[in-house]
């Protein structure tokens, strides 16, 4: 037999969690037909020998819904080996929607995602009205394979228009969205996905649609995937209320029996117990046979901003009220002593926030002006030991007297190495959280797959080889129902991550130009990763593209074919 591609020598790590072993492995007509010592020709070998050969990363939260629409690879997934994406997620969905309501998602887009909007005004084709026409139209012009969710927020205001965000709906309106949710997963969405997080918000600050439905809204488009017992739900409720959110993901698992994944489940410096909580609380659902898993991310979350552009102070009324003002009256509002006290008693109220409010966790990244560059990497409880002053009114008086350009980096999250371990190994944690095609200039982290490989598995060893590749790759493929991916098995698509285990770690973001219109943005590179082939192709050998488009949409066994407009 003559095979299209064929990788000799590699360690093979098969994506089930099971150790290593020696061998080839041959690709014909975009599936994986032989593992072994094989014997036949090919028309194309490659020798990876000491090279680890996996199944291709599964990236499930990603906001490509955008980008893929101009960058047939959402870049810069496949350069750390990921052959797979799943967009739609936290309820943001760009389908389906009706004719002249184009703008209403792209208001969630802005705030929530921190997308410019003249990169989506640019780049987004406009045209289609249903989930699956949305779909159908990536076919053919895909460099990597594309899964979607359907959003709520799409949903709610397609039925609801611009009462959407303010309301609650009435019983045949859930109806009516309940139906759209289905014909979305007859046209080959593979889940719905839903946001009640408070800090979400449209660009115009009003909140972002699903934050109005109620429970029994939740449950019903829920109820549409239990129905066809199909599909992923994925929920974004923000920050982690114990006792309510989690009774809320037992309840709709249990009516539903479809998984679902929530966000987040993480060390955080504000809050050092709540992983715990979590991972208790997360247990308990699991030990009743439902399923309810944290999505994690591997990578400590670092985001840098300027007081002219960022989200970080969002869930503090008097900051946020600042930070959207127009430059010239944020410059004011920012010096003047009254608006400061207010900043302060904003930070001593007592509910617990994702922001840390401690000064030693924001550092300073880039300043604008010479006679500041003795700042620059020193956090900003140093800045003001070093100016004598508080370190609040330091900080603003900094990035006032460099025209608010200073450039700032707040961590938060993925700081304690023995939590994280914990967190990374749980069961019941779905690896990666990349945010990818979001907040594009304020991080990158397309990398955590190269992360947890360089830093979890070879640096810090809290885990094996094959079980970091498992989390990236089948139990992934499994929640989300992705048939046929995630594992090296004849019959399998060849979708495939091929790596150096002895060097693979990804590299610190860099500034692109490569958005619609030149608009910068973040990207970032891996080291170690050789080969990413998706469907039986090389996308992407050694960081470079290739140019060939062998990408597939993915869906559900709820699809129906190719799909019917919905009336508009
Ligand atoms: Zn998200």
């Known amino acids: 037999m003559s095979y299209d591609l064929l990788f000799r020598g590699g360690r093979i790590v098969d994506g089930s969690g099971l150790p290593p072993y020696m061998g080839d492995i ?18 194309k070998t490659i020798n990876v020998d000491g090279l680890v050969v996996a ?52 208001k969630s ?17 406009w045209g289609w009205h249903s989930y699956g026409d949305y779909l159908d139209r990536l076919e053919g012009r895909l460099g990597i394979n594309v899964a979607g969710l359907v959003g709520h927020i799409a949903v709610r205001q397609y039925v609801l228009g611009d009462a959407s965000t303010e309301r609650a709906a009435t019983t045949e309106e859930v109806q009516r969205m309940k ?56 929920i974004n409720e923000g920050q982690t209320k114990i006792a309510k959110h989690f009774a ?21 410096a504000s809050r050092p117990n709540l992983w715990k909580e979590q991972l208790d609380a997360v247990a308990a659902i699991f030990q009743s046979g439902q399923r309810a898993y944290g999505a994690c991310s591997t990578m400590p979350t670092v985001r840098r901003f300027t007081l002219k552009n960022t989200q970080v102070f969002d869930e503090f009324p008097t900051w946020k009220n600042v930070l959207c003002m ?21 930070f001593t109220d007592p509910r617990p926030t994702l922001f840390h409010r401690r000064w030693e ?86 990398g955590y797959g190269s992360t947890l490989l360089g830093l979890w598995v070879r640096e810090r060893e809290v885990m094996s080889l094959e079980l970091a590749v498992h989390k990236l790759t089948f139990e992934v493929a499994s929640v989300y129902g992705l048939a046929g991916r995630g594992l090296l098995q004849p019959g399998y698509a060849a979708d495939l991550a091929i790596f150096d285990p002895g060097k693979i770690q990804s590299c610190e973001p860099e500034w692109a130009q490569d958005y619609p219109g030149g608009t910068k943005r973040l990207i970032q590179r891996a080291l170690g990763m050789h080969y990413t082939v998706v469907n039986g192709r090389v996308i992407c050998e050694d960081g470079r593209l290739s140019g060939d488009l062998p990408g597939q949409v993915l869906r559900t066994p709820a699809y129906k074919g190719q799909s019917v407009a919905v009336g508009a």
């Open 248 to 268: 809320l993901y037992d309840h709709v698992a249990r009516r539903t029996q479809r998984p679902i994944v929530w966000q987040i489940l993480r060390y955080i």
């Open 361 to 446: 966790f924001v550092k300073v990244e880039k300043v604008v002006k010479s006679e500041n560059e003795k700042f620059t990497g020193k956090s900003v409880a140093e800045v003001g030991a070093m100016c004598g002053e508080d370190p609040l009114d330091a900080f603003l008086n900094l990035a006032l007297g460099e025209d608010l350009e200073t450039a700032f980096q707040n961590a938060n999250s993925g700081g304690d190495q023995q939590a994280m371990a914990e967190i990374l190994r749980s069961p019941h944690v779905l690896i990666g959280n990349s945010d990818a095609g979001a907040h594009v200039q304020y991080g990158a982290q397309f």
């Open 26 to 43: 041959a690709l014909k007509d975009g599936k994986i037909v032989e593992i072994g010592r094989i014997h036949g020709g090919a028309v």
């Open 55 to 106: 199944p291709g990363f599964i990236d499930h939260h990603t906001h490509m819904d955008g980008q893929i629409q101009w960058d047939p690879y959402a870049t810069s997934e496949p350069e750390h080996g990921i052959t797979s994406i799943v967009m739609g997620n936290c309820g943001l969905a760009l389908a389906p929607v009706k004719t002249g309501d184009e703008e209403a998602l792209i």
């Open 109 to 125: 887009f802005v705030r929530v995602e921190a997308i410019p909007r003249s990169v989506l005004e640019q780049g987004v084709r």
């Open 179 to 234: 139906q759209l949710v289905r014909e979305a997963m007859e046209g080959g969405a593979i889940g719905f996905s839903t946001n009640r997080n408070d800090r979400h918000m449209r660009e115009d600050g009003k909140p972002v649609p699903s934050r109005l439905a109620e429970d029994e809204e939740v449950f019903q488009l829920c109820d549409a995937l239990g129905e066809l017992n199909a599909g992923v739900i994925q």
């Open 326 to 346: 127009p430059i010239d009256a944020r410059r004011q509002a920012l010096a003047d002593p009254e608006t400061r006290r207010r900043f302060r008693a904003d």
